[in-house]
């Protein structure tokens, strides 16, 4: 990005970098970024965010080609002035910190100084950072998420926008609390955390975030909603759209004239799992919100001409990645259209605002409703249901049980609970176990597998929940078949997680 004359642009070093001696460092990095000449300590340190280009030039004789320099390096930001006016207000709200910048961040930008802008961000505590690929020893959540914050603050100001942010953990904090994550337990968490952060979000879930969203956007009093389509698996994502969704049916109660639309989640837009790819996902969901009075209407904004601008802010979240790879995969997002032109999709919300079923909704819908009807039926028979298994698959993860456990206890007040894991699994449930709950741990792999199968077998309407990270379409059907068969005379049900089971007991039962 080159700014031939920034003037009363404000400069801002970079929230990542500090100061020891006369060297700049990134993060934690022990390798320095900038060694600074004497000359040029007192012009790094005068760099505040509140002061001018035009007043830094002024003061320093070397100012203009220093700054420069810096902004190369991507150490400083220069911010235009703005006086954006009242209104119109657009409120975009994100699940994270840098959704906004990654999926809309084009759209903003030709927004900038036109409009009033808001960015919400839903989840505001986090241990995350890039360094968790590198396996550093960084996992403080209060400097992480002052440093996110400080981050998305920037952001907002390169996009011409105020910048809010709600109290929620992050899916990894919420898996487990922050003081567990060492480098000690990184793999073990990072791996198993996916099959709670991959899982459908429970009404409860959803409910929490609206009631927290809802005051704020009412004390916001916004023209225009900009809400995440939550395409993918990630219940962060999920449960702010489908939070987003109850808020706006109620704001627009209120505000008839609301204008609210819909925005891809990128880059989970130009990503294809084993049994969905995301644009089958987003033309899913059109469809599934259609059959419920509400139309999404498919648009498409060319963003060439701010592009490059975009990145330059992207990359501004340089604790979660860095803009050199991100580029690319945002590039190939926004060359998704058709068109020649780099475009951000969207879509305009019309009719009735009515929020399907989250396993309606979710990516793997297919597996799911059919396995809704199990739960609905096993639900309806609750009271002669004595005995239940849960069977842990070789290579799959629990989830957060501690969660789970409370919806099958409450669930089914009469059962008792068999769950069997494999020997590298059996930490995962470290959490107090219930009276009618018993763990076995089997060895790893198939004769553990073999010897629950064998325990099980004579345990004729038992119901059975078998959590498989290979079920709904991404492991061998012939496989699942045979585990099926070798489990007779029961109700035998097939789940990625256990989370997954468990949110459709949530959704069939919302109350206890």
């Known amino acids: 990005m080159t700014i031939n004359d920034p003037g009363e642009d404000l400069v801002q070093i970079r929230p990542h970098y500090r100061r020891q001696g006369n060297l700049v460092y990134f993060m934690i990095s022990k390798r320095a970024t900038l060694e600074l000449a004497q000359d040029e300590l007192e012009l790094f340190d005068a760099i505040d965010g509140r002061t001018s280009f035009s007043e830094l030039a002024r003061r320093f004789p070397t100012a203009v080609q220093k700054i420069h320099h810096w902004q190369s390096l991507e150490i400083v930001e220069l911010i235009p002035p703005l006086a954006a006016p009242e209104r119109p207000h657009l409120v975009v709200i994100e699940p994270h910190m840098d959704d906004a910048a ?3 961040g084009g759209r903003l930008l030709h927004r900038r100084g036109n409009n009033r802008i808001t960015i919400l961000s839903v989840i505001k505590k986090s241990n995350y950072t890039s360094y968790f690929y590198l396996k550093r020893e960084y996992f403080d959540v209060d400097k992480i998420t002052s440093l996110r914050l400080e981050e998305s603050r920037l952001a907002a100001a390169l996009f ?5 942010c709600l109290n929620f953990e992050d899916a990894p ?9 060492s480098l000690d337990t990184l793999e073990n968490f990072s791996e198993a955390a996916g099959a709670y952060t991959d899982t459908s979000p429970t009404p409860g879930a959803v409910n929490a975030i609206a009631e927290s969203l809802l005051p704020e956007c009412e004390k916001l009093s916004p023209d225009e909603i900009w809400i995440p389509m939550g395409l ?9 759209r489908s939070a987003c969704m109850k808020v706006a049916a109620k704001l627009r109660l209120v505000h008839p004239n609301l204008k609210i639309s819909v925005y891809e989640d990128l880059p989970y837009s130009a990503v294809n799992s084993a049994t969905y790819s995301a644009e089958e996902h987003a033309v899913a969901m059109c469809n599934t919100f259609g059959k419920h009075g509400t139309r999404l209407v498919r648009r498409f904004e060319a963003i060439d001409d701010v592009f490059d601008r975009k990145i330059r802010a992207i990359s501004v979240f340089a604790s979660q990645f860095k803009g050199s790879v ?3 995969k945002i590039r190939q997002c926004a060359s998704l259209s058709g068109s020649n032109a780099l475009s951000e999709t969207y879509y305009d919300m019309e009719g009735s605002l009515r929020l399907p079923r989250e396993s309606e909704l979710a990516p793997d819908s297919s597996a799911l409703i059919p396995m809704r009807d199990i739960v609905s039926a096993l639900l ?9 298994a849960v069977i842990l698959l070789p290579s799959s993860h629990i989830g957060k049980w501690d969660e789970d456990q409370r919806t099958l206890l409450t669930a089914f007040p009469k059962a008792s609970f068999h769950l069997y894991l494999p020997e590298g699994a059996a930490w995962e449930v470290d ?3 219930d009276e009618r709950v018993t763990v076995t741990v089997v060895p790893d792999g198939p004769s553990g597998l073999l010897s629950v199968l064998r325990r099980e077998f004579y345990r004729f309407g038992t119901p059975t929940i078998l959590v498989s990270w290979g079920a709904f379409g991404g492991g ?3 496989k699942q078949r045979l585990l099926k068969a070798a489990l007779p005379l029961r109700r035998v049900i097939l789940s990625r997680t256990l989370g997954d089971f468990c949110a459709l007991i949530a959704e069939e039962s919302p109350g206890p």
Do not use: C
């Not at 011409?160 to 809010?164: L, V």
């Not at 993918?232 to 702010?240: L, Y």
């Open 102 to 104: 990654l999926s809309v």
């Open 160 to 164: 011409g926008a105020e910048y809010s």
């Open 173 to 181: 904090l919420r898996f487990r609390e922050a003081n567990l994550w």
């Open 232 to 240: 993918g698996s990630h219940i962060d994502h999920r449960a702010t």
């Open 326 to 328: 991100m580029e690319p």
């Open 380 to 388: 309806r028979g609750r009271e002669k249901i004595t005995r239940v």
């Open 431 to 433: 959490t107090g176990i």
């Open 476 to 478: 061998s059907a012939g």
